[in-house]
């Protein structure tokens, strides 16, 4: 399985824009969904995005859609969440996973074959 290595934590403000990455080595990235998820202290970690391993759209929790994109580059072996317009609310540890072949509906209910350790990102008002 993949081993995933995310970016240290980043503040911004509000309304700006930020773009995390997450690097993967080990194994062969193009066959993995990979997604992110975030967790605020004290509560439980939640599904952001999606991108597939085949030709399928991402998909995108209804908190960030038509803010977040989601994106993999996989010669780079790397995905990336670009971040618009952010705001308070999104102040959370963003955590990157991959899941070998992995099946969307699962990812959503927080199964992965690997996870990153986490960026925070701070958005301040």
């Known amino acids: 399985q993949v081993q995933l290595l995310q970016s240290g934590g980043r503040s911004v403000r509000a309304g700006e824009s930020l773009t995390i990455d997450c690097v993967a080595s080990?194994?062969?990235?193009?066959?993995?969904?990979v997604g992110w998820f975030r967790q605020v202290q004290g509560k439980e970690r939640e599904f952001v995005a999606a991108i597939p391993w085949g030709i399928a759209s991402a998909e995108y929790s209804d908190s960030i859609r038509d803010r977040f994109t989601i994106s993999r580059d996989n010669a780079k072996n790397t995905m990336y969440l670009q971040m618009n317009n952010l705001k308070p609310e999104d102040t959370a540890v963003y955590y990157c996973?991959?899941?070998?072949?992995?099946?969307?509906?699962?990812?959503?209910?927080?199964?992965?074959?690997?996870w990153g350790r986490g960026t925070q990102v701070t958005v301040s008002p």
């Open positions: 080990g194994d062969t990235f193009s066959r993995y969904l």
């Open positions: 996973c991959a899941d070998y072949l992995g099946v969307l509906r699962e990812m959503k209910n927080g199964i992965a074959d690997s």
